[in-house]
């Protein structure tokens, strides 16, 4: 069961300058929305630390104290062509 379920897992590796979303994760008797948001971001990895564990900073430099497991993160995508977006919609 092991093997079947082993082919199908992606490793998630994540560079240095890598784009990144945080989940955010709700506090213990407060309620939350259907409508909030459940990502925050977007980060830049700083370093990939062992384990899954990623230091991050802000888009203005500034670092973030504590270190974030890859589980709770996913990458942010840009687009780079935003005129052919446009053109595809209309």
């Known amino acids: 069961m092991a093997k079947s ?4 897992v992606r490793p998630r ?3 240095e300058g890598d784009l990144i979303l945080k989940e955010i994760l709700p506090l213990l008797g407060e309620d ?3 409508w909030a948001p459940n990502y925050d971001g977007p980060y830049v990895v700083k370093k990939a630390l062992s384990g899954g564990a990623l230091l991050l ?3 203005d430099e500034e670092d973030l104290v504590r270190p974030v497991n890859s589980n709770s993160v996913k990458k942010y995508y840009v687009v780079k062509n ?3 977006v446009k ?4």
Request: net charge positive; aromatic share 16%.
């Open 5 to 8: 379920y082993d082919k199908k």
């Open 13 to 15: 590796e994540f560079q």
């Open 32 to 34: 939350q929305s259907k």
């Open 57 to 59: 900073s802000r888009m």
């Open 82 to 84: 935003l005129f052919c």
């Open 87 to 90: 053109r595809m919609i209309s």
